[in-house]
């Protein structure tokens, strides 16, 4: 998929904070997905720009950035890229443990889609905040977003430091994600996962 370029109706979902000390950068160029990825890992002590990581996921020849990319970028740069659940309500659970949440929405038609990433950064009565584009805090509707979030089959991700656990915390995806860590050569952040999985999971033999 690039980076820019039968939808189902929101849930009723708990308010979460939103989240207004989340860096905002600026999207040039299409290059929506560096920018994107900026803003959730500065927060997470990475000292990074959308220019800097260009070079790691942005693809000239595809006027955007691939979902692989990212997450690859966000291990190789020592954090956890843990998939959200296709939920709102996740994405709540996120908020409310401070986690900024990066998001693909598909703002045209399956048949005719335009790729964007954008960062939740909040949920309230009204709908979602977004830090998106230009915008410091784009709204939509829940309906709207939902609709855009489903046609790019409701993809997220959040990134965590090593050892820090999810606000929706899955033990199936929590393991799979640090098993792709390990894959990656990244052992160290897969240690720690899994000695944070000890500690929450004490009676799942796996993480042992």
Known sequence: ?????????????????????????????????????????VPTGIDTTPEALAPRVYLPSRRGSLQVELLSATRQLGRVPYRVAPTLESIAAELRAGHAVLVLQNLL????????????????????????GAQRERRMSHRSFVRSWSLADRWGFVALRPGELPGDADAQRWLETHAALEQAGRGAEAAAGYLAATRHWPHDARFW
Not at 110 to 131: E, F, K, M, N
């Open 109 to 132: 038609l399956r048949s005719l889609p335009r790729w964007h990433y954008a960062v939740v950064i909040g949920i309230d009565a009204q709908g979602i905040v977004l830090r998106s």
């Open 1 to 41: 998929l690039q980076g820019c370029a039968t939808p189902r109706a929101a849930a009723p979902v708990s308010s979460a904070p939103t989240l207004v000390a989340t860096p905002i950068f600026p999207q040039q160029d299409l290059r929506c997905g560096p920018a994107a990825l900026a803003t959730v890992l």
